[in-house]
């Protein structure tokens, strides 16, 4: 797992409208769980939000409320999967996301490219 910059999520929003690339979106609360499976389109910041309005996916969130987003390596039977997690300052979840794809397949190159390149934070180096 490796530590990114706040804005990695919005940054992963943008990249994934532009190229059409398909992502698995998942944010619940106590109650209910969110999921979306595809491509987003339109994305829209507006202060602390940023909004994604497609016809069939709408997603509000506040940015400011991220307090850590990590880029996480998960083994699977088909080999490791990238997940891009953003936390709040108490250490919940907020939200989940990964390049879509289907059991028995690998992840997607373009998403594991894009995960690899969202702005990381330096890790401090030892003495």
């Not at 994934?16 to 769980?33: D, K, L, T, Y």
């Not at 069939?56 to 998960?74: G, Y």
């Not at 891009?84 to 108490?90: C, I, M, Q, S, V």
């Not at 190159?109 to 995960?115: P, T």
Request: proline letters at 6%.
């Amino acid at each position: 797992a490796w530590l990114l910059d706040n804005d990695a999520v919005s940054a992963m929003f943008h990249h994934a409208a532009e190229g059409e690339m398909p992502i698995m979106c998942f944010v619940g609360n106590r109650g209910c769980i969110q999921i979306h499976s595809g491509p987003i389109k339109s994305v829209k910041p507006m202060g602390p939000w940023i909004n994604v309005l497609d016809e069939t996916f709408h997603l509000h969130l506040r940015t400011d409320h991220i307090h850590e987003v990590w880029a996480v390596r998960k083994p699977t039977k088909d080999g490791h999967v990238t997940s891009l997690e953003a936390y709040d300052a108490k250490g919940g979840m907020i939200i989940q996301f990964f390049g879509k794809r289907h059991e028995g397949e690998g992840e997607r190159d373009d998403w594991r490219f894009l995960a690899e390149n969202l702005p990381r934070i330096p890790s401090p180096t030892a003495a």
